[in-house]
C-alpha cells in the first residue's frame, strides 16, 4: 500500500517527467529538423519503463537524466531526432536487461549502434588494475569512426553529469572533473563546442579547486562595473563607425572564464591583476551577401584600425584559413585610450553559430552534399583511427598520444611550393616528413626552415616554410622516437625499427645461446632473468635485441653473475649497514614485504592526513610536493601504496583520467606539527641590502628556516630561488605578501 506522502511524491515525479519531456519536444518542433516527434516519445515511453523505479543520487526518477542529455543534445549542440532517441536510451543496456538487439529491433540500426557506442564496456585488455577508463574511451572513439554523433551524444552526457556532481562523494568528483579536464573538455573544443568546452572546464575547476573557483568569481564580480565603463568607453566609437557603414550587427563583452584566468595565473606566475585579456570585445554581423562575408569582416577590420591602432603581431585570420574543428573568424588586438591592449573578434551570425555548436552547426547551413567542413572532420576521425591502429598495450600511453594528436593546438607551415599544411603544434621538422610521406620521413637527414639548415629535431612555428633533406643511405634512428611528437611519425618510426629489431633480437638470442654453451651454463628463464636485471632490461627480447645491436657486450660481468654461488650472495656487502650498489630489496625482504597485511582504504570515505598517518602510511608525491592546505588527492598505487599528490599536478590529472577507481578524497590534519620543503622564485631590482631585507622578512620577523638561497645579478635586475621550511600553504602565503611590500621585489612565486 501506498502511504499518501509517497503516492504525492509519485505525483510529483511524474509531474516533473512530463513537464521535462514537454520543454524536450518543444525545443525539438522549433529546430530545423525533420518531425519525427513519434519516435521520439516511443523512445522516452520506452526508457522511461526501464528505468522505473531507479533513483539518481540527487534523489530525482533516474528518467531525468536522459531527457536533460536529450535536451541538451537538442538545444545546445542542435542535433535531430535519431540523437535524440539515442540520448533517451543511452543508459538502457548498460543499466537494464535489455540488450542493443532489443533496440534495434524497436528503433532500427542507426539508434542501436549509437547506443552500443555509448554503453560502456565490463572488464577491459589491460589487466585488472589498468584503466577501464582508457578502455571506454578507446570504445567511444572506435564508434565515433562510424558516427561522429556517438562522441556529441557522449559530450552532452557528460556535461549533465557535471552538472549534477553536486551530490557525487568527494572521490568520484575528483576522478569525473578529472576525467572531463583531461578527455571532455578538449574533445568538446576539437568538435567546435566552444560554449560546452568553456562549461566543462569551469564545472571541474570549481569541484576541483573550489576556495580558488569562488576567490576568482568574487574578483570577477568586484572588478565587473570597471569592465563594464571600458566596454562602453572602447565600443562607442566602433558603433558609431559601424551604423555610418550601413553593417547589420551586435556587439559583446566576452569575458575570459573563471577556468582560463586560474589557467594562466598558474602557467604565467601572475597575480589576477596582472591578467590584461579578461575583456574582450565580439562584432557578430549579417553580410549582405553570403559570398561576402569574407571580405565585410576584413572591411570591419579597416574601419576600426583607423579608431585604434592594432598591434603588428597580433592579427589571426581563421576566415581564411579555418580552424580544423571549422573556426571561423578575424582576431584583432587593438590599443584603447586607456593604454590597454583589448582583443576584438570579429564573425559573422554564419560563423558564430559554427563557433557555439561546432560540426553540428555546419548542417544546418550546407545544402547538399558539402566538402570542406566534413572534409576536416573525415581528416580529424582518420587520425584517431590511426591512433586506435596502433596497438597501444599501455592506457595511459593510449590516453596520451590521444591528448597529443587530436587536441594540440594548430600551427600553419608552408611548403616549398607555397602550399599550407596544418600541424599540432610543438610539432618538429621530423614530424612533417613523415606528414608528407612515410619515404621522406625515413630518410630525412635534416631540414631548411625559412632557407635556415636546421636538425629534425627543431620545432616548427606557424608561418615556417619548410624544405626536408633526404639522402637514400639514411635510416631510422633509435633516437628519432623522443623528437617525434605526432602519432603518425612516431607509428612509423616504431613500425620501421621494429622490423630492424626482429633479425637483431633473433641475432642476439643466438649469440646468447653460444655463450651459455661455451660457457656450460644450463639455459633456462631464470639464468636469463639474472642477466636482464644486471642489463637493467624490462624483458628477455630487450635483451637479446641489445645483444644483436652490440650494446650489450657478454663478458666476465655476465659470467660472475651466472656461476656465483647462491649462499655467498650478498658476500661482505652484508655487513653494511646501509643500503649498496643498486639498492635492490633482497628476496627475502620482498617475500617478508608480501607477507606484511596491506592496509585496507574505505573510498567512500575522506582520509585523514594526520601528522603520524603521514610518517608511516603515505607517501608525498615527488612530482609536486603538496604541503598542508593545498588542495590534494590520495592514489592508491600498484603496491597499495597511497600516494598524496596535488590535484592540479599533471601527474594527477593523467591518474584521474585513467584510473579513477583508484583515488582518495583526503583532508590534512597536520596542525603545525609537521615542516615541508617549499621552493620560492623571486625576482627584482637589485639594491644594496635586498638579500639581508629578503633573509630578515623571512627568518627574524616570520621565524621561518632558511633552508637555502640563491641568488643571481645581472644588470641591475635579480632572480633566485629560496628553500625554506613551513608548516602550511598559510605560512607560505604569509611569506609571499610579506616579501611583496619589498619596493623593490617584483616577483614572489611558489615553484615545485
Known amino acids: 500500500m501506498l502511504t499518501d506522502e509517497k503516492l504525492k511524491q509519485e505525483q510529483a515525479d511524474e509531474e516533473m517527467i512530463n513537464q521535462a519531456f514537454e520543454h524536450l519536444l518543444q525545443s525539438y518542433l522549433t529546430s530545423k529538423h525533420r518531425r519525427k516527434v513519434e519516435i521520439i516519445t516511443k523512445a522516452f515511453n520506452f526508457a522511461k519503463q526501464a528505468h522505473k523505479g531507479v533513483k539518481r543520487r540527487s534523489g530525482e526518477p533516474y528518467i531525468m537524466h536522459p531527457i536533460a542529455v536529450a535536451q541538451i543534445a537538442c538545444s545546445e549542440i542542435g542535433l535531430g531526432s535519431t540523437s535524440i532517441c539515442a540520448a533517451l536510451l543511452h543508459d538502457v543496456v548498460e543499466d537494464t536487461d535489455y540488450t542493443v538487439e532489443d533496440i534495434e529491433n524497436l528503433f532500427g540500426a542507426k539508434v542501436a549502434q549509437i547506443v552500443d557506442g555509448l554503453t560502456k564496456i565490463s572488464g577491459g585488455i589491460f589487466g585488472d588494475r589498468a584503466s577501464a577508463q582508457a578502455e571506454n574511451f578507446k570504445k567511444l572513439l572506435l564508434t565515433m569512426n562510424d558516427d561522429i554523433r556517438v562522441i556529441l551524444i557522449k559530450i552532452a552526457d557528460r556535461l549533465h553529469n557535471m552538472r549534477t556532481l553536486g551530490s557525487m562523494l568527494p572521490n568520484k568528483q575528483y576522478k569525473i572533473a578529472g576525467e572531463t579536464l583531461y578527455i571532455y573538455a578538449p574533445i568538446a573544443n576539437r568538435l567546435g563546442l566552444n560554449k560546452i ?13 573550489p576556495e580558488e573557483y569562488a576567490h576568482i568569481e568574487s574578483l570577477l564580480k568586484e572588478t565587473k562595473a570597471e569592465r563594464d565603463v571600458l566596454f562602453e568607453e572602447f565600443t562607442a566609437p566602433i558603433r558609431a563607425q559601424l551604423d555610418k557603414m550601413g553593417i547589420k550587427y551586435r556587439i559583446m ?10 589557467n594562466k595565473m598558474q602557467t604565467k606566475h601572475i597575480p589576477f591583476d596582472e ?6 570585445v565580439r562584432i557578430i554581423f549579417e553580410p549582405s551577401e553570403p559570398e561576402e562575408e569574407s571580405n565585410e569582416c576584413f572591411g570591419i577590420y579597416v574601419s576600426i584600425s583607423k579608431i585604434y591602432k592594432p598591434h603588428p603581431d597580433r592579427l589571426r585570420d581563421w576566415v581564411n584559413h579555418p580552424k580544423s574543428n571549422g573556426y571561423q573568424a578575424l582576431h584583432v588586438t587593438l590599443m584603447s585610450n586607456k593604454g590597454q591592449w583589448i582583443e576584438v573578434q570579429i564573425r559573422s551570425e554564419r560563423m558564430n553559430d559554427v563557433a557555439e555548436q561546432g560540426f ?11 566538402h570542406e567542413d566534413e572534409g576536416e572532420l573525415e581528416k580529424w576521425l582518420r587520425t584517431i583511427k590511426e591512433i586506435l591502429d596502433d596497438p597501444q598495450p599501455d592506457a595511459m600511453d593510449f590516453l596520451d598520444t590521444i591528448k597529443l594528436n587530436l587536441f594540440a593546438s594548430e600551427i600553419f607551415i608552408f611548403t616549398p611550393k607555397g602550399e599550407i599544411k596544418t600541424m599540432p603544434q610543438n610539432c618538429t621538422a621530423l614530424d612533417f616528413a613523415f606528414s608528407i610521406h612515410t619515404f621522406l620521413g625515413s630518410h630525412c637527414i635534416g631540414a631548411k626552415v625559412n632557407h635556415k639548415l636546421v636538425p629534425l629535431s627543431h620545432k616548427l612555428k606557424s608561418g615556417d616554410q619548410v624544405e626536408i633533406l633526404t639522402s637514400k643511405s639514411q635510416r631510422v634512428q633509435p633516437s628519432w622516437v623522443n623528437f617525434a611528437t605526432t602519432a603518425k611519425a612516431k607509428a612509423k618510426i616504431a613500425g620501421i625499427l621494429k622490423r630492424e629489431q626482429r633479425g637483431m633480437q633473433q641475432a642476439g638470442e643466438d649469440k646468447l645461446q653460444d655463450f651459455f654453451k661455451n660457457e656450460e651454463i644450463e639455459w633456462n628463464d631464470e639464468n636469463i632473468h639474472k642477466l636482464c636485471e644486471l ?14 645491436f652490440k650494446t650489450i657486450l657478454l663478458g666476465e660481468a655476465d659470467r660472475n653473475e651466472l656461476k656465483k654461488d647462491k649462499a655467498t650472495n650478498t658476500g661482505w656487502k652484508k655487513f653494511i649497514p646501509f643500503p649498496f650498489g643498486n639498492n635492490k630489496p633482497s628476496k627475502e625482504k620482498k617475500a617478508e614485504e608480501s607477507k606484511a597485511p596491506k592496509q585496507k582504504f574505505d573510498s567512500k ?3 585523514k592526513l594526520t601528522p603520524d598517518a603521514l610518517q608511516k602510511n603515505f607517501i608525498i608525491a615527488d612530482c609536486c610536493k603538496p604541503i ?3 588542495d590534494a588527492l590520495g592514489f592508491i598505487d600498484d603496491n597499495d601504496r597511497v600516494i598524496i599528490h596535488k590535484r592540479k599536478c599533471p601527474i594527477a590529472d593523467k591518474l584521474k583520467a585513467g584510473f579513477g577507481s583508484r583515488l582518495l578524497a583526503v583532508e590534512w590534519e597536520t596542525g603545525k606539527a609537521l615542516e615541508f620543503p617549499v621552493n620560492l622564485y623571486i625576482q627584482g631590482i637589485d639594491t644594496v641590502g635586498i638579500l639581508h631585507q629578503i633573509s630578515d622578512i623571512v627568518s627574524e620577523q616570520l621565524n621561518v628556516n632558511i633552508r637555502k638561497i640563491f641568488i643571481e645579478t645581472t644588470d641591475g635586475l635579480f632572480e633566485g630561488h629560496i628553500q625554506l621550511y613551513v608548516h602550511d600553504v598559510d605560512d607560505v602565503n604569509t611569506i609571499i605578501t610579506n616579501l611583496r611590500k619589498v619596493e623593490e621585489m617584483k616577483k614572489v612565486v611558489r615553484v615545485k
Open 197 to 209: 568546452k568553456t562549461e566543462l572546464e569551469d564545472l571541474s575547476f570549481k569541484y576541483e579547486h
Open 360 to 370: 553540428a552547426a555546419h548542417w544546418k547551413y550546407k545544402d547538399g552534399p558539402t
Open 535 to 548: 642489463h637493467e632490461m624490462k624483458s628477455p627480447e630487450d635483451l637479446y635485441t641489445a645483444i644483436g
Open 275 to 280: 591578467i590584461f585579456d579578461i575583456l574582450a
Open 628 to 630: 598542508p592546505g593545498d
Open 605 to 607: 570515505k575522506i582520509l
Open 253 to 262: 563583452a566576452r569575458i575570459k572564464s573563471p577556468y582560463s584566468i586560474w
